[in-house]
């Protein structure tokens, strides 16, 4: 089992800037990727980055050029750095983890971010 413990999240103003941050424990899996969905109300669960520990990385056309994935030099834990925050932002964040055969896939709590004036 692997655990995932989210951190960061909370309000901000259009235009500012937020870090999230996810520590994975447990039996990890050897080739993964990590990284950060979003569900907002009334919506379905989105990508919005991952990132893999082979150094691939994806981002959701929504948030190119404002969002940045990064993982630590030993890989269990992954940034989410967010600027030019918009309201359309506002989501629940969940990190997840995941095997790159899609055997294994885990979730973290999941954490608020909302961007309001």
């Known amino acids: 089992q692997v655990q995932l413990a989210e951190s960061g999240g909370g309000l901000v103003q259009p235009g500012g800037s937020l870090s999230l941050s996810c520590t994975a424990s447990?039996?990890?899996?050897?080739?993964?990727?990590m990284g950060w969905y979003r569900q907002a109300p009334g919506k379905e669960r989105e990508m919005v980055a991952i990132?893999?520990?082979?150094?691939?990385?994806n981002y959701a056309d929504s948030v190119k050029g404002r969002f940045t994935i990064s993982r630590e030099s030993g890989w269990n834990t992954v940034y989410l750095q967010m600027n030019s925050l918009k309201p359309d932002d506002t989501a629940v964040y969940y990190c997840t983890l995941y095997t790159l055969d899609g055997s294994e896939n885990y979730w973290g709590q999941g954490t608020q971010v909302t961007v309001s004036s």
């Open positions: 990132k893999t520990n082979g150094g691939w990385t």
């Open positions: 447990g039996a990890i899996p050897g080739f993964n990727g």
